[in-house]
């Protein structure tokens, strides 16, 4: 259980890192990177899905994020 703790700790500060998302590649390709240097350090299957969950959710706020910015003008 130790090594699940210490991913998910990790993985809370992939979010909290990534939380106000840019939409520019440079912070695209920064989250690309840490999600997979997580993944990297961990093998469990369950490590992937929290790392793919995370990107995930900042895929959407990031669209929410552009359709706002499109409804505006």
């Not at 990534?18 to 840490?34: G, P, S, T």
């Not at 093998?43 to 992937?48: E, R, V, Y």
Request: charged share 30%; with cysteine; glycine share 8%.
């Amino acid at each position: 259980m130790k090594e699940e703790f210490t991913y998910f700790g990790e993985a809370w500060n992939f979010f909290k890192r990534f939380y106000e998302i840019r939409e520019d590649d440079a912070c695209w390709d920064a989250v690309v990177a840490a999600g997979g240097e997580i993944m990297r350090q961990y093998d469990p299957p369950l490590c992937g899905a929290v790392v793919g969950a995370i990107t995930e959710e900042l895929e959407k706020k990031s669209r929410g994020i552009q359709k706002m910015k499109q409804n505006a003008t």
